[in-house]
């Protein structure tokens, strides 16, 4: 599976957008890009998931480069609640196992 | 959404005592379900992935003889960790793949927290 580069750590305000990058430059043509994010003490959240298109559902957009080598999540309103570990991961269909990186501890402040 | 039960959430055993986690999917039927232990503040490490009616496949280095994996029916898989040791103090999280959905998540349990004394 390709690896993944996330920023260790990241601040936002409560009520703007949160971007989080991922880095994934050795992604292959089947490979899809997943964000999961973990709430201390708590077992990972499914956010969302993509292959080339941009997508969106009511917890986040994915805005997907179009050479497909990094990929942005979107909170489009941060709020307290979304202090959380953020795990960009790629794997292809049919996976058997969810490898997961170190993340990015995303911060969101009053 | 689909929604993974782990329980118990949290326990405490002496030195030398085995402990069973289960998990299950309420809603979906899995045929595969992953386990995790995650220490603090690193990063989740898979364990091994458990399907159903078959032996678990480990990942190196996990120890198949202390940590044993049972995945009787399409909607449990217990993990027991045998003769426990404080090193085995950790966060143990299960996940399990649905296998009629098209969209290939994973759905995770909340996760037990594990304290040998």
């Known amino acids: 599976d390709a690896k993944t580069t996330q920023p260790p750590s990241m601040d936002c305000a409560e009520g703007r957008a949160a971007n989080l990058p991922c880095n994934h430059s050795t992604i292959s043509g089947n490979e899809y890009v997943y964000w999961y994010r973990q709430i201390h003490s708590q077992g990972p959240q499914y956010i969302i998931h993509?292959?080339?298109n941009n997508e969106t559902n009511e917890m986040a957009s994915l805005i997907i480069t179009e050479d497909r080598k990094s990929s942005t999540l979107i909170l489009p309103h941060a709020t307290l609640r979304d202090t959380a570990v953020y795990y960009c991961i790629v794997r292809s269909t049919g996976f058997q196992k969810l490898v997961f990186g170190t993340g990015t501890r995303l911060l969101v402040s009053p | 959404g689909a929604v993974v039960s782990q329980h118990p959430s949290r326990v405490i055993c002496k030195s030398g005592t085995s402990v069973k986690i289960e998990c299950r999917s309420l809603d979906f039927q899995a045929t595969t379900m992953f386990w995790y232990r995650q220490f603090p503040k690193q990063s989740l490490m898979l364990m091994a992935t458990?399907?159903?009616?078959?032996?678990?496949?480990?990942e190196q280095g996990v120890e198949k003889d202390k940590f044993l994996i049972n995945h009787a029916s399409l909607t449990l898989s217990t993990l027991t960790v045998t003769s426990a040791h404080p090193e085995d103090s950790s966060f143990y999280i299960c996940s399990a793949r649905d296998r009629m959905g098209t969209n290939e998540k994973l759905f995770f349990g909340s996760g037990t927290q594990l304290s040998v004394l």
């Open positions: 458990s399907n159903e009616g078959s032996k678990a496949t480990y």
């Open positions: 993509g292959l080339k």
